[in-house]
């Protein structure tokens, strides 16, 4: 399947395997996984790791994760090799094989496996891991075409004809190709806020495509949007709750990938994006005031940290004063609370008085 | 009837003598109930006469008279059954207790006078009736020739340890014959004797009963038997008893009697089968200790006094220098001096307001401390075998202190300590307290030596102990006290009286021990956590192996090699 990902990893090996021969301490390096360790280019568009990098030396200290991150690559190395594929609940599995050295929750395993991806910064998929989680939901005027599995043939999917459900994001899209003459996509953060769009037929209304995200967006519903969108010039606009995970979690993943994985942010992130809201303003200009709830702890720390040390909002003042907006109202907003005004205000009233004026959203 | 004997009557022509015509009959007689009931450590309990008292003409009778008369006509039975909680046998349990204890004193007084490696076998069996037991005590020692035998397993208070300022075990000075009496009371069985002293000699059987009315012993039967034994004893007793497992029991007396006894062998069979068997974990006899003269600071006005009255001596001064420990001609002419008495005078002359100032003078003058050779300490070597031969433990210490002194008597004190193994962790640290080779099983918080145990700082140890308790954990605390009179709370001689000096001693002992397993589980901490490191990188470093040869496809020699390499860098790196 992929010479490249058996050679990485078997130079690797080789490396250690040296190392071991010449009485040295092993050691393996990965790149430093946070924010910290995070850049971001306003032209590129997306977050970029930075050149820290975490030593991992064997001791007796790190020998239980140096085995187990041994033990996955040389699993790795299997799949790849048998052109096989594995969830991570199934790599999680496989370690119960292991003895001592088996993972006891899968969380364990999945630092793991992002570990060994950001060492040869190659992603998951390439090792051969693929994950469990939903990519995300679509409804609108799009047309994905796809191909039968067994017999490669074309499926054309018009993903206007799902009646009350909708099309499931796949976690490998790189196959797929589209069809559309929506002129924007609309990533949504809420299912229930989808299924309200979807019911009375905003995306024929507004002319275009509705994505579930369903929190934050998955790499696969990230990398789908970011196809469809530079293939077809697409505008995205993001509709989040208006509070700091909604803004610089939700928001901040979808437009310029995670801290975490920030190897591979350069595909898995939508730099066209921007977003609608809710803002903060929103409440003054929509009278939500008396639908808000005050900020907790929690959202003014996650606030905070944002404004402290999240290169994206630092480098765009509309996100600082966006945010520092909040913190002094002292209150959030959710997607849900313009019901107050009529069930539907959101539909007749809100997003279309929004969409009129594009050029104001946040970046 | 007789009076009965007891052993603060040892100067008993003075006493019956009258004490003067000035005096009446109730004023004797209370004279006689006082001095009756002061322990006397001075003198030795030889036998009184028992002469009759001469009878008082009718017309003098008093109600004192009456009384006094009374007073005189306590049998021995009834001093017994009266007394009987002061000899240790207030119930059926401890009366079990009792009677072994004092026969196994017997036995291990007996061989190490002989110096003989003390056997003792200790058999208890249950007879039908559910609260009768048989307990058999048999020795390996001397033996005792054929005419004493009678008086000393049938006579009260017979025996020849009283009072001689000497360590030894038997104080108690009730012996045997008590325990006999005991069982005779309870039972109506006589005590059964088997004895030889040699293998040329014949071993003799009785059967005695004692006269409780006369304290003398009734020979039931008198023959020669055939006993495999060459030498030895062996006494049976039939008692109402009770067996109880458990603290305080005999199995635990046994035990700690092999404790404080480290070059006898014991065996003990119960009535439920039990068969415990503690080996000698010493050949070697412990020193015999020696008797020394009392120290001056040692003694009370009351046994002055008696000294007085009994000396030898022609003259004060003499007295002074012959009869106590420490005193030279100079020091006693000093104390004399400082009493305003002639040193020339008679000590039997001395009256009572004179010895009242030589006793006060004697206690002004500074002496120096008694000898402290007269000590017969257990000795580390053999405390430290004898644990380790009893206690199932991972660390052993043992601390004879230096001989020290308390008012005028030489003690020593010696700590022996057993830790971990199967010892319950969550639990009080067990103490065994013993006085001159005797466990002490009874009132621990009363005695001297759980007081010190209480008052010693554990936690600077890496002990746990809670406010005023004994220590927490796997802890073993053996506190012994050798002296030529061990200071006992009560008459029941079963906690050591808290003298100053004395609680000192234990502390200083307690506290190096503490510091040594202080040691031991700081070692034992280390050296734990380095094991489990080792064993945390053992068990991890395998994984390594086997990923680089699935990844790099080599041998299995190879991953062998690979996993020695790392071993070797680990430990490399580690050290």
Known sequence: MDKTTEKLIWVAAEKLYKEILKKEVPMLDFPMRSLE????????????????????????????????????????????????????????????????????????????????????????????????????????????????????????????????????????????????????????????????????????????????????????????????????????????????????????TLKVGSGNNAHLNKFFCVPQASYLGVTPQDIIDYKLKDATHPLEEVDIKRAKDALKNDPFIKSHKPWRDAINQMLTMGVRVEQQAFAKHGLNHVIEKYLPTKLKNTSKFLP | MKRIRTKTMSKPKRKRASPGPNLSKAKKAAVRILVKNIPDPAVNGTKPPMEKIPPVPKEFVTE???????????????????????????????????????????????????????????????????????VVVEDNGPGVVREQIPSIFGKLLYGSKFHSMKQSRGQQGIGISAAGMYGQLTTGVSTKITSRISRKKPAHYFEIQIDTAKNKPTILKDEIVNWKKPQGTRVQIELEAKYQKGPRSVEDYMRQTALANPHATLIFKGP??????????????????????????????????????????????????????????KTAAGICQQAGIDPEA???????????????????????????????????????AALKANVDADFYTAITRPPSVYRGNPFQIEVAAAYGGKMPMEELAQLLRLANRV???????ACATAKSVLQTAWKNYGIQQSKGALPTGPLMIAIHMASVW??????????VASYPEIIREIKLALQECGRRLDAYIRRGARDAEAKRKKDYIRSYLPHIGIGLREILGFKQTDEKKVLGLLTDILEKERA
């Open chain 2, 272 to 329: 439920d089968g039990t068969k415990d068997e503690y080996k000698s974990a010493t050949r070697k006899l412990p020193t015999a200790p020696k008797e020394i003269k009392p120290h001056p600071h040692g003694v009370e006005l009351g046994i002055l006094m008696k000294m007085l009255k009994s000396s030898t001596s022609r003259r004060v001064s003499g007295f002074l220098a012959h009869d106590f420990a420490r005193i030279s001609s």
């Open chain 1, 37 to 252: 360790n995070v850049t971001y280019d306003k032209k590129k568009g997306f977050f970029e790791i930075g050149d820290r990098v975490v030593e991992r030396s064997l001791s007796y200290n790190t020998i239980k994760t140096f085995a187990q991150t041994i033990r996955m690559m040389a699993l790795s190395h299997e799949i790849v090799r048998k052109n096989d594929m594995a969830t991570k609940r199934e790599a999680y599995y496989v370690s119960k094989n292991w003895g001592e050295a088996r993972f006891t929750e899968q969380p364990e395993s999945d630092t793991i496996m992002d570990d060994i991806e950001a060492h040869f910064r190659i992603n998951r998929e390439k090792l051969g891991f693929i994950p469990e989680e939903k990519g995300g939901d679509i409804v609108g005027k799009l047309v994905v075409i796809d191909k039968d599995p067994n017999t490669g043939k074309d499926i054309r999917i018009d993903c206007t004809g799902f009646g009350t459900g909708a099309y499931s994001i796949p976690t490998d899209c790189e196959g797929l190709q589209y069809e559309t003459k929506a002129k924007f996509i609309l990533a949504i953060e809420t299912a229930g806020m989808f299924q309200r769009l979807v019911k009375h037929n905003f995306y024929t209304t507004a002319d275009c495509i509705l994505i579930s995200m369903g929190g934050v967006p998955t790499r696969a519903c990230r990398r789908f949007i970011r196809r469809l969108a530079d293939n077809h010039k697409l505008e995205v606009y993001a509709f989040v709750d208006g509070d700091p995970y909604g803004m610089t979690n939700i928001y901040r």
């Open chain 2, 64 to 134: 004192a008279d009456k009384m006094a008369a009374k007073q005189r006509d306590i049998s021995v039975s009834e001093f017994f059954l009266k007394n009987r909680h002061l000899l240790g046998f207030d119930n059926p349990k401890k009366a079990l207790l009792t009677t072994i204890k004092e026969a196994v004193d017997n036995s291990l007084d007996a061989c190490e006078e002989a110096k003989i490696l003390p056997e003792i076998l200790v058999e208890v069996k249950q007879l039908e009736q559910q609260d009768r037991f048989v």
């Open chain 2, 439 to 445: 466990p002490l099983l009874y009132q621990q918080s």
């Open chain 2, 486 to 495: 061990v200071p006992f709370t009560s008459e029941s001689k079963e906690a």
């Open chain 2, 346 to 384: 008679k000590p039997t002359a001395i009256a009572h307001g004179e010895a009242d100032k030589l006793y006060r003078a004697m206690n002004a003058t500074k002496i120096m401390n008694p000898p402290t050779n007269c000590l017969s300490p257990i000795g580390e070597p053999a405390l430290l």
